[in-house]
């Protein structure tokens, strides 16, 4: 057990739809950071969080958004869902971040989202 | 950009044989590099690193030491488990960065008792 926790584990949902995943982060662990792990594009770096503000952005479509509250616990907003959304969402947290310093990401164990 | 590109798999051993996964990497500056495992239904864990050139990361009989020269990071075991049995993961991290990971694109491994 990691220690991060997310949930749902699993959601199906509709095209069109909107749906919202949740991560709570290690204790202690400030920096949380979003992954997508589908078939066709393997596991991608989609957005990260320090202590409330955003802090790296990847491969994150308009449709999808995310925010960390005070408690640090982070949310990861998908919109107009389509059927290539499809995957599993992992989240990971971090004790910190540094611009030139790895902190080790620990996992979540995933939501698993399709979209029908 | 950064990219990272492991050995198409899947694989599939006996128990106790000789474990690679080959693992290539394309960045700027100097990236740190890892390995990631994921057991089935779980989360990624980080199973080793290297922060530099010519380190060698080392845990649970799996090693991978980076190659600077040929900007390789193979995973190595000398003798695989049944409960080695997992999808491996390797990884980067430029070094200026704030940690987001880029990731190859995952090798399966079974193995047969």
């Known amino acids: 057990d990691s220690g991060v926790t997310q949930t749902p584990k699993h959601l199906i949902t509709a095209t069109g739809q909107r749906v919202t995943l949740r991560c709570s982060p290690r204790s202690g662990d400030l920096s949380v950071y979003w992954y997508q792990q589908s078939l066709d594009q393997g596991l991608q770096f989609l957005i990260q969080?320090?202590?409330?503000?955003?802090?790296a952005k990847g491969n994150i479509l308009e449709r999808f958004s995310a925010q960390q509250f005070p408690d640090l616990h982070s949310e990861l907003n998908l919109s107009s869902l389509e059927l290539g959304d499809s995957a599993l969402y992992f989240c990971?947290?971090?004790?910190?971040?540094?611009?030139?310093?790895?902190?080790?990401?620990?996992f979540g164990p995933g939501t698993r989202l399709t979209v029908l | 950009g950064n990219s990272v590109t492991q050995m198409e798999g899947p694989v599939t051993l006996s128990e106790e044989a000789f474990l690679t996964i080959n693992c290539t990497y394309t960045?700027?500056?100097?990236?740190?590099l890892f390995w990631y495992v994921q057991y089935p239904g779980e989360g990624l864990q980080l199973l080793l690193k290297?922060?530099?050139?010519?380190d060698k990361g080392s845990n649970k009989g799996f090693e991978a030491t980076y190659r600077k020269e040929t900007t390789s990071f193979h995973l190595e075991k000398g003798s695989v488990q049944v409960s080695d049995s997992a999808v491996y993961f390797c990884?980067?991290?430029?070094?200026?960065?704030?940690?987001?990971?880029?990731f190859g694109q995952g090798t399966i491994l079974t193995v047969h008792p």
């Open positions: 960045a700027t500056g100097y990236p740190s």
């Open positions: 969080y320090y202590n409330g503000e955003e802090r």
């Open positions: 990971a947290s971090s004790v910190g971040t540094s611009r030139n310093t790895y902190n080790e990401q620990f």
């Open positions: 290297a922060t530099k050139a010519d």
């Open positions: 990884a980067l991290s430029p070094g200026t960065s704030y940690g987001k990971l880029t």
